[in-house]
């Protein structure tokens, strides 16, 4: 059937939603019926379900789901992407440390293809005021989901799977590696689909502090399954030594799924040196692999990593390095070298970590970097022509860009939170595990982070 049926797909709906007749329903064939929901956008599917139980009972069916993410995916010729913004005083409120009970997150969906770049659609932010650390982090998106995560800055342990178009969410289980249980530890968390269990899944890494010095033992893994609802200690561990950066300063992208596999950049200490390569995750059979990073010039951390189209990118610094061949090391190509190219960006200073002020923040579907200037500005740059973009928005740090693709998954679930019990345990321990940072200004928190992540480590490492 062809796809050029917008106005009939309108009217069809519009009389079935005002219509109340059941010869109506009984003159229309069984088949044609999901050729023509599937078409439909989901504020659209979701009036639907109220037509009739047979309507609703279709539509929430795991295949009529499965079907309409294809088709959503397949014919995708009007791409979005997902942008995750922070007011101006909401970001200040969250870098010193405190709680704004007024201003929230903002979850707005763009059109990628369109010149203006106009906002296609906004979402109510449901979790508002639950966040211990002042805003959420987003790990990643996958399938129309939104994986959010509690844990910029301080122990937390509270998970949300979102689905922003239809409104349904699921709180995750607390996981087994705690504060409480296991002393301090450093996580990295992981979230994307697998298509052989046709399963959600969320991937965290636990670093244990109290476990021995940096590099001599593996992280601990666990994984959550949205089919079963629990997490699981994965058997399987990553390679000794093995450990997934994570940036707690930054909150810049630190995980990509591509290919059905999660992607961080990892480092292990070799020979009195750190060694960054790129540890995958392969979230079907659930085993480890390594791919090596090009060769860096400088010794900074690369501590951004993106998918690009099937494949990945990488920040290093000052330079954007993009894997033409998945998998394929020696495809790795420096595509732009942004310090050298940040006056004719417009740019005052290097993209990448550090002290920059100015932060790539992903890609669109033509390739083009997004980037957060430093007053918040967000623009576009052409990567072969150089043109910049101002996309007419503004972020003020901890933005997220990614793409989206409307879906309907979670539509068979009832809302779910974590149950009040739990919902206190989160409170308390993350409450005890953060009373002696309470009253720290930026500054001693900044150099804490250092601490604890990177000097005590090194510093144990080399009295073994």
């Known amino acids: 059937m062809s796809d050029n049926l917008p106005e009939l797909t309108k009217s069809f709906t519009e009389d079935f939603l005002h219509n109340e007749?059941?010869?109506?329903?009984?003159?229309l064939p069984p088949e044609i019926l999901p050729e023509i929901l599937i078409r439909l956008p989901t504020k659209a599917i979701i009036k639907c379900t109220s037509v009739c139980k047979t309507w609703k009972s279709l539509i929430?069916?795991?295949?009529?789901?499965?079907?309409?993410l294809r088709h959503s995916a397949t014919?995708?010729?009007?791409?979005?992407l997902l942008f995750r913004l922070c007011s101006e005083n909401l970001a200040k409120a969250v870098q010193s440390l405190r709680r704004d009970e007024v201003e929230k997150e903002v979850y707005a969906l763009h059109w990628d293809d369109n010149k203006d770049f106009s906002e296609h659609a906004r979402f109510d932010f449901p979790f508002h005021g639950q966040s211990i650390n002042g805003v959420f982090r987003v790990v990643g998106t996958c399938n129309g989901l939104v994986c959010i995560a509690d844990d910029l800055y301080r122990y937390c342990y509270n998970f949300i799977i979102w689905n922003p178009?239809?409104?349904?969410?699921?709180?995750?289980?607390?996981p087994h590696m705690r504060f409480s249980t296991h002393g301090g530890y450093d996580a990295s968390v992981g979230f994307g689909f697998d298509s052989?269990?046709?399963?959600y899944k969320v991937v965290r890494f636990v670093s244990l502090q109290n476990k021995g010095p940096f590099g001599k033992f593996p992280p601990e893994v666990e994984v959550y399954s949205l089919a079963t609802g629990e997490w699981r200690i994965l058997k399987a561990s990553p390679p000794k030594g093995c450990v997934p950066y994570r940036d707690q300063a930054f909150v810049d992208n630190q995980e990509a799924f591509v290919n059905g596999?999660?992607?961080?950049?990892?480092?292990?200490?070799?020979?009195?040196?750190?060694i960054n390569f790129v540890m995958v995750f392969d979230l079907g059979d659930e085993v480890f692999r390594e791919i090596a990073l090009p060769n860096l010039d400088e010794c900074a951390l690369s501590d951004s990593i993106w998918a690009y189209g099937n494949s990945l990118a990488l920040i290093q610094?000052?330079?954007?390095?993009?894997m033409k061949e998945y998998a394929n090391a020696s495809s790795w190509t420096k595509i732009l070298s942004l310090a050298d190219q940040g006056v004719r960006m417009g740019i005052p200073r290097p993209l990448g970590m550090g002290a920059s002020k100015s932060k790539a923040r992903g890609f669109r579907k033509s390739g083009e970097v997004i980037v957060e200037m430093g007053d918040g500005q967000l623009i576009s740059r052409d990567l072969k022509t150089e043109e910049i973009k101002d996309l007419g928005i503004s972020g003020y740090g901890f933005t997220f860009v990614g793409s989206y693709v409307e879906s309907l998954a979670l539509l068979d679930n009832p809302n779910q939170r974590a149950k009040t019990t739990e919902g206190l345990a989160f409170l308390d321990e993350a409450n005890s595990a953060i009373n002696e940072v309470q009253e720290w200004?930026?500054?001693?928190?900044?150099?804490?982070l250092f601490r604890r992540m990177f000097l005590m480590p090194f510093l144990r490492s080399l009295t073994q």
């Open 196 to 199: 052989k269990s046709n399963d």
């Open 441 to 448: 200004d930026e500054k001693d928190f900044a150099m804490e």
């Open 317 to 322: 610094h000052s330079n954007l390095w993009v």
């Open 75 to 80: 014919k995708n010729d009007h791409p979005l």
């Open 165 to 174: 178009c239809i409104r349904k969410f699921v709180q995750l289980p607390r």
């Open 60 to 68: 929430q069916s795991p295949t009529f789901i499965s079907d309409y």
């Open 261 to 274: 596999a999660l992607h961080w950049v990892a480092l292990r200490w070799c020979k009195k040196k750190l």
């Open 21 to 27: 007749e059941e010869s109506v329903w009984d003159s």
